[in-house]
């Protein structure tokens, strides 16, 4: 439904802006696929998917915007609209491939429901630019719903710890015969998520401490270190995983927990 609504203000903004639009909104989406490409070679850390969506939402709205100056602001829009197109996909894309990895689904399948939803996003958001027209609607009333259709898709994801639970990309809890087993994956998880969103040696620690569920008293105690210590180093780790509670983190360390043999 997401991909469904922003999709088809894109294409609608596209017969808005149009005929200055295509080459602009080549340029733009090149730009954009090119810098997410450089970015990931060359940028050190991990794409947030939060940051594509949120970028992706936040150029849609702009090129409306520009798209309401009319001639002036038609290239504009063009261009903020190939950019919104391409964080959008990489976006999307991601979101196919995690859902297709943490469920065992069949890819094929997937990626034909998706281009299918895309194609028909296409259609409807240009049927409904043309019908809107011809009906005599003014360009101010057919922008500002584009908009608030863009601002209510904002709300189907405020972080990156929404996106593992509530967007099927969570998987179920593996199917293991002991807690054992379970946890003796959790260093390599904790290890991995470290690195990827920038911890220190002493938050990994820590880290690894939260996944098996200890109090801070009992962390401090372990670590020789004290309650406070604990909390301002867990307030860290949730600010770097963008997520507010213990509840999120475990969510978010099943997500990532690798499928046990005996879930097959």
């Known amino acids: 439904m997401v991909q469904f609504a922003v999709l088809f ?9 149009s005929p200055h639009f295509v080459l602009a909104s080549g340029l733009g989406f090149a730009i954009a696929a090119l810098t997410v490409v450089a970015f990931s070679l060359f940028g050190g850390k991990v794409i947030k998917l939060k940051g594509l969506y949120n970028l992706s939402l936040l150029c849609a709205e702009l090129a409306l915007l520009a798209a309401s100056l009319g001639a002036m602001g038609y290239l504009a829009a063009g261009a903020l ?8 996909a990489v976006f999307c894309f991601a979101v196919y491939c995690a859902i297709c990895l943490r469920h065992r689904l069949d890819p094929i399948r997937i990626f034909a429901i998706a281009i299918a939803c895309e194609c028909f996003a296409s259609i409807a958001g240009i049927q ?16 500002v719903f584009l908009s608030a259709l863009l601002a209510v898709t904002f709300l189907f994801l405020f972080s990156d710890a929404q996106y593992r639970s509530d967007w099927g990309t969570k998987r179920s809890r593996p199917s293991v015969d002991s807690v054992i087993k379970y946890y003796c994956t959790l260093p390599d998880v904790c290890t991995a998520l470290a690195k990827q969103y920038g911890l220190s040696k002493r938050e990994e620690t820590v880290l690894q401490l939260l996944a098996q569920k200890k109090t801070a008293s009992d962390i401090a105690t372990e670590l020789f270190i004290s309650i406070p210590t604990v909390k301002t180093h867990t307030q860290s780790i949730y600010r770097k995983f963008d997520i507010h509670s213990r509840a999120e983190l475990l969510a978010l360390l099943d997500a990532e927990m690798p499928v046990s043999e005996e879930a097959d």
């Open 9 to 17: 203000v894109i294409k609608a903004c596209g017969v808005i802006a």
């Open 81 to 88: 609209n190939g950019v919104a197109y391409a964080f959008f």
């Open 128 to 143: 409904f630019c043309m019908v809107a027209r011809d009906a005599g609607i003014d360009l101010g009333t057919i922008l």
